[in-house]
């Protein structure tokens, strides 16, 4: 098969959006979640191409102001952050794959082992290998997800034929609630991994992800794993962003037209304008990963639904109709004329609009919106580590 023409980077010339990531902005995230996290070591986690920001300039910034600690999903994002990051330890969230345990020893990658097969499989690549391999151990507290049973530890640890070839450098587990400071079933949670924790004297412990870091003390054990704060998303609901936007996210203007009072716009002409309207289309949709959902419809398409913004020099400016694949409307009548034309560029997301408010007009969380990011920006990073 013909190798794949490995694509030419994209430059602004040709982009119809323009996405703009702020190592600065990050490396100043991590270390106020750094300092949230004293004692304890602060790790990153870059899974999802560091969501959605890029792993390789992310791990390297993140090296460069001390992280020595990465977290990613899946091994072949692990040996991304090896080539970036050689005497990182890097872990891999979703556990050892049945045929993964070569790859992880020849990328030096730790498994996050979640159940007693995953267990078992690094107990026999360690003999394999003639001595024991380090891993972290998952633990489920109460989340449901991944992790060992309070059961499954107890028996465990009570088998030396296993535990003599593992070399547990981290016991884990994960909150289901940390976003909602004061959860009961966090505390519940915490105390439930103290008491297993018991079963591992001596290994270092970690449960906070930024939601739990950011919180008074008390989760923060030997380590966090920050992840979406550090990239300047809302990690807490209901209290303010203490976070810098890193990701910015612009849309070029490709024309601006004028359309009168009573016309419809977009597919389904979904929004019928209540004056004259100066509208600015952009060349980003949601083939780029905004979402259709955040469309505005003129009236309430969920009870709940803010309308969509984007802002034009810091100044905010509504959505129109429903966001096509390749291309949104924008309402920049309040825009004096001369001020704003084709070719500029308006912030989609950024340090006038929260990427998680664009993230609940389409009703979700602002994760989902940064990892989801398409391939057809220009890219530029600013504050790279020297
Ligand atoms: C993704 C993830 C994190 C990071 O969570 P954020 O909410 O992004 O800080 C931490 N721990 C685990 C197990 C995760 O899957």
Not at 55 to 84: D, H, N, Q, W
């Amino acid at each position: 098969m013909p190798e794949p023409m490995p694509a030419e980077p994209i430059d602004e010339r040709i982009a119809g959006g323009r996405l703009t990531i702020d190592l600065d902005a990050l490396a100043a995230n991590y270390r106020h979640l750094a300092k949230c996290a004293q004692p304890a070591t602060c790790a990153a986690v870059v899974k999802a191409d560091a969501y959605g920001c890029g792993i390789e300039p992310v791990v390297t910034k993140l090296t460069s102001v001390g992280c020595s600690t990465f977290f990613v999903a899946v091994p072949a994002e692990g040996a991304r952050v090896r080539a970036a990051a050689p005497d990182a330890n890097v872990y891999i969230l979703n556990g050892l794959f049945p045929h993964a345990a070569d790859y992880l020893i020849g990328h030096d990658l730790r498994p996050v082992l979640g159940s007693v097969v995953e267990i078992e499989n690094w107990v026999a690549a360690a003999k394999t290998a003639g001595h024991a391999l380090p891993c972290a151990l998952n633990f489920d507290s109460g989340m449901n997800r991944l992790g060992l049973t309070i059961e499954e530890l107890t028996r465990i640890t009570s088998l030396p034929h296993l535990m003599d070839h593992l070399d547990i450098q981290l016991f884990m587990t994960h909150y289901a609630c940390a976003d909602d400071a004061g959860h009961p079933r966090t505390d519940l949670q915490k105390e439930r991994f103290e008491q297993a924790a018991t079963l591992l004297p001596g290994v270092a412990c970690s449960a906070a992800n930024s939601a739990a870091d950011l919180q008074v003390a008390g989760h923060q054990f030997d380590m966090v794993r920050a992840g979406v704060a550090m990239y300047g998303g809302e990690a807490l609901n209901h209290v303010a962003n203490p976070m810098k936007a890193v990701a910015t996210l612009e849309g070029r203007i490709i024309q601006i037209r004028k359309s009168k009072a009573g016309d419809a716009v977009g597919y389904g002409g979904s929004q019928t304008l209540i004056r004259d309207t100066r509208i600015a289309y952009v060349s980003v949709g949601y083939a780029d990963g905004y979402h259709r959902a955040a469309s505005n419809m003129g009236v309430p398409m969920r009870a709940v639904a803010p309308s969509v913004r984007a802002a034009f020099k810091g100044t905010a400016v509504p959505g129109i109709g429903r966001i096509s694949m390749d291309l949104m409307a924008f309402d920049v009548t309040d825009i004096p004329e001369n001020e704003i034309a084709a070719g500029d560029w308006l912030e989609l997301f950024g340090p006038t609009i929260p990427v998680d408010d664009v993230a609940r007009a389409a009703g979700t969380i602002g994760y989902e919106l940064l990892t989801g990011l398409g391939a057809r920006f220009a890219r530029r990073y600013l504050g790279g580590a020297a």
